[in-house]
């Protein structure tokens, strides 16, 4: 995870790389559940063998502990 | 749709609004589909109540008439 800049607001982000498109977009469906089930949502760039999730909090217009709580969940999932 | 540059590669864009994040991630889904089934793959973003889809060919550095052939898929899809 880096901390990044995404339209100018801060955000901890990380690519995921895959063999096709389909897996990245798997992925970033197992993301999307999680999202949902902790009611914080990223932002996920799905492309060719490529998946980026990215975090922050639109309130604090940064990143904040909840950020980093998705970030923690989201490592659990690729492992 | 909209010519843009996505990391200074020109693509076709638009952008779908949705009500939150699972049906925009959802929509995305049926993109993902269409991607699949003609082998020629966009860059999805989705983001709270948002959808982005960004279509060019790797192969020739720009938009092709591969790309212009599925924005009228997606165009099918939203309507």
Known sequence: WH???VGGVACVRRIWIFD???DAFRFAGRV??????YNHH???TVSWGE???AWWSHDAGG???ADLE????CDHLST
Do not use: D
Not at 32 to 37: D, S, T, Y
Not at 70 to 73: F, H, Q, S, T
């Open 63 to 65: 990143v904040t502990q």
């Open 42 to 44: 990223p932002q996920l």
């Open 51 to 53: 998946l980026a999730v």
């Open 70 to 73: 998705m970030v923690a969940l």
């Open 32 to 37: 999307a559940e999680l999202a949902e089930k």
């Open 3 to 5: 901390r990044e800049s």
């Open 20 to 22: 096709n498109f389909i």
